[in-house]
Structures are given as structure tokens and as C-alpha cells.
């Protein structure tokens, strides 16, 4: 029979094995294979993995030191159709020109526009600040410090040439002058409006202004209309420095996205503005990532009743499944645990547009020839080379169709600022970690695209550093590759303390995923989680069916099954064996 | 509730009770629900430890939904069976008989010997004391356990906002596997002890057609011949 030995084993280790999980682990296995041994065969389970990288093979090309971030070679607008407006702002008299300037459209928009700039004064995208109304922390990227290019502050020369304004370079801009609003960037709809950094950087950073068409400002004036993907992805596609770069769910694949990749951006069937469900009141957006709605329990509202939040149920209401069958109302019953990206976006990254998954800083200043260069040893899906390392920069890896990190999540992020201290000793330091648990009534499991970045941080007072990147000056790192010049002139700059000292230390960031949301039939299976080595493994706390058991029940409930099954086969050897001795005997 | 003078004192003394008929013993609604349940308790065996992740030979999803609607079925099963055992009056059968023990030492040796059963079938008798023990705990204990956390662990949603809904779901979870446990050990001691008749498939065919060849009484026999309230071929 060959389950005995094994058997035996077990009985004498059972009393022992209650207190010892792993050892439990191994049991459970082992007594499951006895009774298997009498019924049925085990398979193992194999799921597929998936794979991302395709590398492209290393060689020597010529040096490369191009340092444009947003090349972009469809400039064609994509279609939005609201119908026809009621204005033509081709015939008003005040957009005929000529312009030499953004702030002279600017001034033009806001002579009848009279309140636009006063609202858009209000908005994040102006501001670049937000105080966070829970943690009550000081949050915008105007002093954040991200897992990339790390700190905007300081550098808004070059960082803020994604700020919705004209010339914010340094600390003098005037944030209370409205023709400082770039209307343009967000209404042009010819696509030969751009924009480039607001100041000189080093010899290396000027290609950035190199061979662009001048802007035709009148005409790009004459052509405003509500913003298009391509709008909102001259920055958002492109955020972390280079498309798809940040986010994994954003990037420049959405631009005219086919029906897999996003069901409501779908070029050919819903085209979906980003204000379709970033719907806007005076120049506000509904979706913060700051303060994220993790968990919509309204729902929809009446026609025109619910226009404040970017949720997927403020559409789809909280129970979007039928309830005609058992699958929808499973399903349903999903909606207070498991946010619908977490389903509904199986991978990220899908377009053929790669994203980072890891940035080390450590390697950044290499030179060649005294000068700075790229290396492109990673080709993504749509055939373009992503750069692999940049001596500005340091070096990266990438992914696509990737698999999400996934967490309990209740919508609050808590940052890792300037002033945050950390002990580097405790593993990667969390630049926005986020609250939730399985208990707390509110969260619910959400995807993340988890990104690792080896930066530097000063070592004296445990606290991340800002570092001067952009100038014409020697200090600028992105001209001199001098990491304690750069952290020293970044911190003296803002008035930071700073021990002198600096080292690096590894960081992760947290992007909550929700766009890229597949066709249904696409959707996540149930057995992705529910298996024994399921998507959601690492969650820990909660019993989820299909991949968690009882181990001690378990290990009990074999034994018992496979005893019974020895037992009932015991007899029967024996009634054999027997019947045929008492036959033998009435035989002779 | 006894005081039927046939469930007694059978077992000390092995009355002659007259000679063989083959009779209706399982009645076509009998054999439907045993049947039938087999069939279900299979397939929620076979669902259940392939959603709990004993096998892989069912994924997870269509488990799921076989398991639901098997239990469902299972359900509405039993509701008529406890229905039909009521007004048949046949729950009778499954209440405690004397000589437990007896039966267990000819399993556990009589039979290897050779020594006949120590309990007869009658018409109205159609269990030895072992199997009445054996089935009432069916009935009371591992059936209700499965349905009661079965039917909790279906309608999860129903409590799942509440605080406790964590950890009610181990509960509810360990419970419901536990007793499937059982039941699988049931099941197994179950269709072994159904290879012990005359021939290893004779209880299996008889469960199959509803006849046996059983003893009867004279009073017996005059009584079926008189009302034809029991088939009998011979
Ligand atoms: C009689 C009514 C029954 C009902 C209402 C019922 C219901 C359920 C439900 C709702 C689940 C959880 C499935 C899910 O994750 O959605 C489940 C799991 C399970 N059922 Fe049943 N079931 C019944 C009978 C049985 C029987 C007869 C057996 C076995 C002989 C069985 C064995 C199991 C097992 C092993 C699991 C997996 C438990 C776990 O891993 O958490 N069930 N059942």
C-alpha cells in the first residue's frame, strides 16, 4: 500500500506539529499524498507566470545623450465629440492675433472667460499644493519628494514645465497673476501646442528646444475645445520622466486605445474623455490620488444628481453584476472587500508602452568621452528602445503586462515628506504608504503598481534630500554628476537641514491602479486569488476559500479519510482471506 | 415512542418468523432519495475539497457554482424526505435498537467466522441496530452540520458587513469543512459495508430494484395478499 510508513510518522509527530506552522505545512502535504495514494492522484498547481521583460540584446551604438522625455510622434489630436459647441471661437475678432506669447492668449481667454482664472487659481494643477484634510499633511508635488526624478522643488525650471502655467522656474513666480494660467496646454485641440522647460538647463539638457516647429499661436488659439486624452497625457502619460514611466495605467497607448486595452477610452467605441469620469466643477476634477474615494458606497444618484467623484460605481452603482445568476450575485457580494480594478484590470502596462519598475541612482554620472550617454537594451511591445540606463539618471528596469501589487487600501496615503525621518535599517522606506486592513469595515483590496528605487537620502539625519537636478549653473547635477554637491546646494536652497553626509537608501511608491480597465470576458478569473498560490497570497489576517485551509483539520481529516479507507480495505483483505480459508475447510 | 414490539428482543432470540418472500423493501421514492442523494453528496464532495484546494481537477469557479446548486438540490432533497419519512411514519426506522453491540462484534469478527447476521431484515425492520445508529447520526449530526454551515456560508453576503463577519467566516469555513470530513468517512464506511451481503453487489442491487428476499410472517404474507400494500414477486 505503501501509505503506512507514512502513517505512523504522522501519528507519533501529531501531538507535536500544533504549534509548528511550517512543519504543519509539510504534513499536510504528506498526509495528503497517503490518502491520495489510496484514491486519487495529485497534480500540482501550475500557474502560468507572467513574463515582462524582453531585453534587448546589449551591443555598442553610437552615444546617445538625447534627453527629450516626451517625443512625441502622433501629434494629431484625437477625436472628442461633443457635438458642436455653441461658441466658434474661430470667428471671435479677439483670437484673430497676432500672438507672440502664451500669457497674451491667456489674457484674451480671461476677457470672456471672466471667472476661469479665478476657479483654475483654485485647482491643484495650478497650485501643486494640497493639504491633506485627514492627515492634515502638507502634500502637491510642489514639495513632495517622489521615487524619480525625486524633488520638483527646486528644480520647477525643468519639472514644471507639466505646471499649468507660463515661466514657474524658480521661487519668484506669481501664482496670483492669471496671464500666468496656460489655457493652451489643456484646450488646444490642433495638437501643435507644447511645451518646454522654463528655463536653461546645462549644455547636456538644451536638445530639449532643439528642432520644435514654433507654436501658430493664433490658430492653436482659434481651436479650443474641452481637452482630449492626448491633453491631459501631455503630462499624465508621461509623469516620472518618460511615458508610461509613473504610473503603469497611464501612458501614451491611451491615446487611441483599442477595446482590450480600455473598454471606456476605446477609440472606436466609447472614447471616453478623461473628463468623462474626472468630471469637473469650476475647474476642479474629481479623483484625487491624495485622498482617494477607495470605496464608493453611494453609488449612483439621480440624472445629473452624482457629478462629484471619479468612482467606477458612481456609474456602475454597488451592485454592477446581475443578480439573475449565481456568478453576478457572487460577484455582487465582492464589492464590499475587493475594489473592481482589482478584477477588472488584470495586468497594467498593456498598450506596448513599458513602465519602470525600478530605478537604482547609484549608477547615475557614468560618462563617456567626459560626456553623458543612454543605453536602450530594452525594446517594449510597440518596437521603440527604452533606455535601460541614463547618466543623468541612473539605471532602470522595466515591465509590461504586469502583474499589480495588491493591498488593503482605504484611501489614505501617508507620506514620506521632506521631514519625515526613518530608520534605513527597517527595509524600503514607503514614500507614500497607505492605510487599510481586512477589519477595519472600510477598506477594500486594491491594485497598486509597486515601484523600487535605490535614492539618496542623508545619512546624518535620516531624512530623503532634495537634490539641485536642473540649471545652467556648476552645482546642477544633471551638467556635473556630483551627488554631494547637488544634495548640498538642494538642501541650502530650501532652507533644509542637512548633515552633510549621504548615502542611499531603497524606496517604494505606490501607484493606485484604475485605468486600462479590460473587456469583461478579460476580467480576473476567480481561481487567480482563490488557489493556493493565487494573486492575493500575500494577504494575510482573513480566511479566503480556495487559499486557505485548516492546517491541523486538515491534516486531521486526511489521516481520517485515508484511515478509513485502509480500514475498509483491511477488512475486506481479511473477509478474503477467511472465506476462502472456511471454503478450503468445507472442501476437505 | 416504543413499545413496537418488533423493534424488540429480536436479537436474543431469532424467532422463525416463517418463510422467504421477495418483497418491495424500498419503495421507488426511497430508492429516488438515496439515490439521488448519493448522486449529490458525491458531487459536493467532489466540489467541495476541489474549491477547497484538495484537488485540481475542478477549477475553482465551476466548483463553486456546481457545489451551490448540488447543496441547493440537496436541500429541497431533504426537506421532502424529512416530509415523506413523517407522514410514511418511516423516520421509525431510524430510531435506537438494542443490540449494538452484537452487530459490531460480527462485523468486527462473526463475519470473517462465518457466523450469520445477528439481525434479521422484516418488512417494517428493514436496518440492523448499528445501521439506525449509524444513519440517525447521519440525519442529526453530519447532515445538519453541512446544511446549517453550508447554507450560513451561502449567504456570507447577508453578514458580511458586520464586524465579526472575519472571523465568522473561519468558523463557518472550519465547521463546514470538518464536517465534510465526516461525511467522507461516512460515505466510505458506508459503501463498504454495502459489499457485506450475500454477494459483494447484493445491497447495491437491492438499493437498485427496491426488492429483497426477506422472512415473513404468516400474518405478513395474509396481510399483503389482502391489501397489496406491499409488492411482492413470489
Ligand atoms: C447541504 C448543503 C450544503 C451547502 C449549503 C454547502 C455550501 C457551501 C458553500 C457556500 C461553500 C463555500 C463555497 C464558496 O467559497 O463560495 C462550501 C464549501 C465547501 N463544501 Fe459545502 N455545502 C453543502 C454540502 C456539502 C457537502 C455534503 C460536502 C461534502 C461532503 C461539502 C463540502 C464542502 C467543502 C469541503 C467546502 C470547502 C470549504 C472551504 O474550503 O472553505 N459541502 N459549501
Redesign the interface.
Known sequence: MGIRPDQCRLCVSVITVITDMKMLKQLTLVS?ASVGACL?A????TTPAVEASDTAPSGTEPVDNNMNFRIVTDSKPSIRDDGESTADHSKFEILMGPFESGPEVTRACISCHTEAGRHFMQSIHWTWEYDHPETEQKLGKKTLINTFCTNAKGNEGMCAQCHAGYGWKDETFDFTNQDNIDCLVCHDRTGAYYKTPNSLGNKACSVMFEGKQPIPWSKVAQSVGKPGRENCGACHFYGGGGDGVKHGDLDSSLKRPSHDLDVHMDAEGLNFACTTCHVTRQHLWAGSRYNVMAHDTEGVGLPGERRDVATCESCHSNAPHSYNE??G??L??HV??IACQTCHIPTIARGGVATKTEWDWRTAGKTRNGEGFKEKHYTQGNGEHRATYKSIKGSFKYGENLVPHYDWFDGQMIYTTIESQFDPANGPVEINGFQGS??D?KSRIWPFKRMLTVQPYDKGNNTLVYMHLWGDDDDAYWGNYDFGRAIKVGMAKNDIPYSGEFDFVETYSFWPITHMVAPKENAM???DC???KGRLNQLE???M??????HW??I??YI??GG??L??LL??L??KL??NK?QQKDAS | MSGHGNNRGQDTTIKKRGEKHYVMLYTRYERFWHWSQALLIFTLFFTGFG???????I???TA??IH??AAIALIVLWIFTTFWNFTTGQWRQYLFKEGVLKVIRF?AYG????EPHPYRKGLQRKQNALQSLAYMGFMIFIGPALWASGIVYLF??LW??Y?WS?NG??VI??LH??AA?LM??FV??HI?MT??GKTPTHYIKTMISGYDSIELTKAEVAYIEETHAVSMKD
Open positions: 495528503k486519487w495529485l497534480i500540482l498547481i449565481l456568478l450575485s457572487k455582487n457580494g464590499d472587500r481586512h477589519n469595515g478569473d476567480c481561481a482563490h488557489s493556493r489576517g482573513f480566511y476559500p480556495g487559499r486557505d485551509s485548516f483539520l486538515d486531521l481529516g481520517a479519510l478509513a479507507l480500514g475498509v477488512h475486506g481479511l473477509r477467511f472465506s472456511i | 474549491l477547497h484546494g484538495t484537488h485540481d481537477l477549477d475553482f469557479r463553486v457554482e451551490t446548486y462485523y463475519i470473517l467466522v462465518g456570507y453576503d458580511s458587513s464586524s472575519g467566516l473561519t469555513a472550519f469543512t470538518a470530513f467522507g468517512i466510505i464506511i463498504y459489499t457485506t
